[in-house]
């Protein structure tokens, strides 16, 4: 089995200029973890997850205790806290490699490339634990 039979094909990406408000409604209404990050040669250059989000967004936001430091949380745009760099993986790439990635780096999720490095799939952990096989 290989990156290319259990990734998810079907992937959003968002600009580096995108804002958190935009981010975090993409997130949400796709029940997504993880949002690439493209350039405008649609490559990638980063990835947003919703870890990052939370650390990012005042969650004083829409309370009593609201501040205009808060708000403020909200211009900020996905090169602003997308990680940089992704490790990202081929559709040829072996399940051992993969496995062997999750294990090695403090990732949750790999961006499946061309060899342009246009974002072609993603890979989460929970995509292995859906087509696990238990001998």
Not at 57 to 69: C, K, N, V, Y
Not at 73 to 83: D, F, I, P, Y
Not at 104 to 125: A, F, K
């Amino acid at each position: 089995m290989k990156a290319q039979d259990i990734m998810t094909k079907e992937v959003i990406c968002v600009d580096m200029d995108k804002r958190l408000p935009e981010i975090k409604q993409i997130i949400e209404t796709n029940a997504f973890h993880h949002l690439p990050v493209v350039d405008e040669d649609r490559k990638i250059v980063g990835i947003i997850s919703d870890r990052d989000l939370l650390r990012q967004i005042s969650p004083f936001i829409d309370h009593a205790s609201e501040q205009p430091r808060d708000v403020d949380t909200l211009n900020r745009a996905a090169h602003q806290v997308m990680t940089r760099q992704p490790v990202t993986i081929k559709a040829e790439t072996s399940m051992s490699e993969i496995i062997s990635w999750f294990q090695r780096v403090d990732i949750s999720c790999l961006p499946v490339t061309d060899e342009e490095g246009h974002v072609i799939g993603i890979i989460s952990w929970r995509d292995l634990i859906l087509h696990a096989t238990f001998n």
